[in-house]
């Protein structure tokens, strides 16, 4: 009699665990646009921009969207009415174009690029002034096969920039007053490094890693994983971060099925130790494809939500050219 209790005990469990994912999964796919305030702020009408990077100058209200096919920056005013060249392609040796991040204090906009030809790797993180549009300040590895591949970055408030190299599986700081940057060393292996941010304090770099987020404390460089605790949605492979009142906001884009593609708000413990709390703000959104990277405005977050870098082949040519929609900027209200 006590083996078919434990067996009845046991299938219960089994059937419970079934309906609980169940009742999730209709809730997901029922709901997918509207788990948070979400809608179209603007669409940028050059559809075989193929863009990765997106960033916003909140002093003269413009963002910038950097281009992989076409080697090059566009600027488009806050409500997309107005889109411009911001650099022209391959302009002083730009590559494709990746991460981007405003220095409003220093008016510079710093923009990773890079490009991989074969077994050929080229990349750099170049810094133009917002108003003179001129290259002040700029960086590159040179062709090699080598792998590295500079693919986001975040700026201190000192000015200073924290640089992820993806293939070279390493961070690096590029201090204001310092003619180029050097690796960061750290404690820890890590593993395909894409998205960085800080905390408020200044204090914590978070590294989107294949492996999950890590925080490595910069007054000793000590590096660990970000605990995620119970049931919560992995943190492994997400693309652009952002940190916003104690949680991080992230894209997550690397499932083969595009349906599961997501943003989500990663709510941390007061010490940074560990993820309490996870909510889906999107999913499944039909103008998600393989969205990249974010901005965030005040407690409005944008998000580059088509990238469509799918459909361009290893020379950057776009294989389908008919399949190519408006590159689309979502907005989200975080509270």
Not at 32 to 50: G, R, S, T
Not at 156 to 181: H, L, R
Not at 225 to 252: H, M, P, R, W
């Amino acid at each position: 009699m006590d083996y078919i209790h434990r067996f009845v005990e046991i299938e219960r469990k089994k059937l419970f665990t079934i309906i609980k994912a169940l009742i999730f999964n209709i809730l997901i796919f029922f709901s997918p646009c509207y788990l948070f305030a979400q809608h179209l702020a603007f669409q940028v009408n050059e559809k075989d921009l193929i863009p990765e990077g997106i960033a916003f100058d909140s002093l003269k209200n413009q963002f910038y969207l950097s281009s992989i096919s076409k080697n090059k920056i566009v600027k488009v005013s806050k409500y997309g009415q107005q889109k411009q060249d911001f650099i022209k392609s391959k302009q002083d040796g730009f590559g494709g174009g990746l991460g981007l991040h405003v220095d409003t204090k220093h008016r510079l906009l710093y923009a990773c690029w890079g490009d991989i030809s074969a077994n050929t790797y080229q990349t750099g993180v170049y810094a133009y002034h917002l108003d003179k549009k001129v290259l002040v300040k700029s960086f590159q590895l040179s062709k090699d096969t080598l792998p590295n591949f500079f693919n986001d970055l975040v700026i201190s408030n000192k000015g200073d920039v924290f640089i992820t190299n993806t293939f070279d599986n390493s961070i690096w700081e590029w201090k204001i007053a310092e003619e180029k940057p050097k690796k960061l060393i750290i404690n820890v292996n890590i593993k395909f490094p894409n998205g960085i941010c800080l905390s408020d304090n200044q204090q914590f770099l978070f590294v989107a890693t294949a492996d999950g987020l890590l925080v490595i404390n910069l007054g000793n460089q000590e590096t660990k994983a970000l605990q995620v605790t119970g049931n919560e949605f992995s943190t492994k492979n997400l693309d652009g971060i952002a940190f916003y009142q104690n949680s991080i906001v992230a894209v997550q884009n690397s499932a083969r099925d595009k349906s599961k593609h997501k943003v989500l708000r990663y709510f941390l413990h007061k010490d940074f130790s560990k993820i309490e709390q996870t909510v889906v703000l999107d999913v499944n959104n039909p103008y998600f494809d393989i969205p990249t990277t974010l901005a965030l405005i005040n407690n409005e977050l944008y998000v580059l939500a088509n990238s469509q870098m799918e459909n361009i082949d290893e020379q950057k040519k776009v294989k389908f050219p008919n399949k190519l929609k408006k590159i689309a900027i979502l907005k989200y209200k975080l509270e």
